[in-house]
């Protein structure tokens, strides 16, 4: 028998918070011929501050994860059922850091560690990273994600 998705989340220990709404005028998520598209999220709780000053790449792979628990939020609220997830298709991290910091690519794998242990060989995407000198409201990392999923 199959594990569905909140079923796996629960012997994960992850509970999914209440999902954040934009505060100007876009929307959570679009879906187009079943391709959905989440705004840019990053981690809940709002730290703030820059990896390499401020956070290490253990507080950012942390933050990474936290924000794909908040991605995670929209999907079900948008969805209704994780298990309407298909495939994770293609993730983008734009990370807050000092222009000596290099370990971008470490500080996702918090997100993409989680689309894993959560969708399994479903979570595996394709994916960019990004080194920024500032994002909004000075968060630590940011994330773009695109999802194969079946239209609710």
């Known amino acids: 028998m199959i594990q569905s998705i909140e ?3 629960e012997s994960l220990g992850i509970v999914l918070p209440k999902a954040s709404n934009p505060q100007a005028s876009y929307t959570n998520f679009v879906i187009v011929n079943g391709l959905m598209f989440v705004s840019g999220k990053g981690p809940t709780g709002n730290p703030k501050g820059k990896l390499g000053s401020d956070f290490s790449t253990e507080q950012g792979y942390h ?3 936290l924000t794909g628990i908040e991605v995670l939020a929209v999907l079900k609220d948008a969805l209704g059922s994780l298990d309407k997830v298909k495939r994770v298709v ?3 991290g734009f ?10 690519h470490k500080v996702l ?5 989680l689309m894993f242990e959560v969708f399994q060989d479903k979570g595996v995407h394709a994916r960019s990273v990004f080194g920024a000198v500032s994002v909004r409201d000075n968060l630590p990392i940011i994330v ?3 999802f194969e999923v079946q239209e609710p």
């Open 95 to 104: 990370v807050n850091a000092e222009p000596t910091f290099e370990e971008h």
């Open 7 to 9: 079923s796996r989340l």
């Open 90 to 92: 293609k993730v983008q």
């Open 144 to 146: 773009d994600s695109i």
């Open 109 to 113: 794998n918090g997100f993409s560690e």
């Open 63 to 65: 933050f990474a994860r």
